[in-house]
């Protein structure tokens, strides 16, 4: 009879992953705007290969002000010349300016440790209602236009799952302009709330997850040698058309997101046997695609 | 109000993970029994630099029957001459015989996956009593004898944490021998009950994590050339006295370790202000220290 709950949970015919992907309607999938589609492209490998990092920038009401600072950041060329300076295994990679004496380019805006999390009034409706599963973290999670989020009942704040990218900040809660940034390579959660987070890493992320660990205090590379030059920032939306890639992600509120994480969650097939009955918020992000042109 | 609650919850004076491990008894130290670690070492990287990683082997009650098999394979020197075959982001690093034609020594037991799993009645006692925040994939989790574990109720099995090992197999769940094993690097938890976990990598897990991706299905290099190669895995007790590295980890049932767990669920610090109140079972692993000679 147990093997028989299992078998129903998920029926033998069920559809993979991929075969609900390929037969998403076009309405279930969305684009990400030019302008909110970074391209970070590193200085070439040591065998001369080169290497891109796509980020997709949130969408308000997510952290708009951040968004914003880092949109004009990129228009300002700011990063170009930059490098990767810290990789912290299993926690985080960070790229800025390593001497911390570059300026500003003017029009950032401070933006106050408020502005972390929302209130949940402002995004309920978005929050995918299925979605029930325990977190150590917050008393609910789910997703909003793409991005996982969690909530105390309160107040929503998106989360640090592996791939989310986030800003660095000094002491104060305020002092996080975005021309520091990180992204998530192992167990960041803790840091929700104590840190905006603004986008997602989605094509080239090992890029940056395969660089050889930091041996200094957090990760940083001691000799600045081991630093990774970051050749060239830029919003899509700057880039000449015939140059400009082109990403979709499957909608979090669409009936074929809902399906995918079902699928997740009981998970069980030639190899599983024990399908666990829930995942990880961080553990179905949301599919992305490349458009090819 | 709020603000004074939160202060209350970490006293300004509260000793930091550090001070606490510091002032810990011997007794709440456990040594690794030599025969219980495991020293792999790979080739040299680019620069010439040696790579060894520490593996801690589980004790009983957990996975009896495969960490046995591994230190037969082990006493054997079988996997001296072949390679790590699969790095796959977010999930696993995994080594081996890539040939998957290299006999296999006399004496390994086939364990049915039952043994994946124990009963609690086995262990209750042993798992962590303070231990109540929620977990997405089981009722319960908590550490028995310096290893995570997760349980429904009635049973109990170690947790796919970051840096945790476990014994490849192919479809038919009893068909790991652990001559095939991998470490997590990312979200693996719905491999649990999946799969045996036999120990934990206590020291240079960057040696693995920070490998190039595989390009190939499931993240194994397609070129054979890009296999990093290992040149020999020893237990420690095989090892001539004056080169046994030596390992103490702080015991999971100790007073010491009940503090730094409530510590970490409730950073609070010059950069922290929003404590989450919880830590996830894979974000309080015991601490390592290496015993010098």
């Not at 170009?80 to 912290?88: A, C, F, K, P, Y």
């Not at 399906?259 to 918020?281: E, H, M, S, T, W």
Request: aromatic share 8%.
């Amino acid at each position: 009879l147990a093997a028989l709950a299992l078998v129903c949970a998920v029926p033998a015919m069920a559809l993979t992953t991929a075969e609900i992907l390929d037969a998403a309607p076009a309405s279930d999938w969305a684009e990400i705007a030019p302008d909110r589609l970074m391209v970070m492209d590193l200085a070439p490998d040591s065998e001369g290969k080169p290497r891109q990092v796509l980020i997709q920038l949130m969408e308000p009401p997510l952290s708009v002000g951040h968004v914003a600072n880092i949109q004009t950041l990129a228009r300002a060329h700011w990063w170009d010349g930059t490098s990767v300076n810290r990789v912290q295994d299993n926690y985080v990679v960070q790229w800025g300016d390593a001497t911390e004496k570059k300026p500003l380019p003017p029009g950032l805006a401070t933006i106050p440790e408020s502005a972390y999390t929302l209130p949940v009034a402002a995004l309920a409706s978005a929050i995918h209602p299925a979605w029930s599963w325990r977190d150590t973290y917050a008393v609910k999670v789910g997703f909003v236009r793409g991005f996982p989020v969690a909530s105390d009942g309160a107040r929503v704040w998106p989360t640090h799952c592996y791939g989310l990218v986030g800003v660095g900040r000094s002491l104060s809660p305020d002092t996080g302009s975005g021309a520091e940034l990180y992204v998530t390579i192992g167990h960041a959660r803790p840091l929700d709330r104590n840190i905006a987070v603004v986008g997602r890493v989605v094509k080239g992320i090992e890029y940056l997850s395969a660089l050889p660990r930091g041996t200094g205090t957090l990760g940083f590379y001691e000799d600045p040698a081991q630093r990774v030059a970051i050749t060239r920032v830029r919003l899509a939306s700057d880039l000449p058309a015939g140059e400009r890639p082109r990403f979709k992600v499957i909608a979090t509120e669409s009936k074929s997101f809902a399906q995918i994480v079902a699928l997740r969650a009981n998970r069980k097939d030639d190899f599983f046997f024990a399908p666990a009955g829930a995942v990880d918020v961080c553990n179905t992000l949301p599919t992305v695609r490349q458009i090819e042109p």
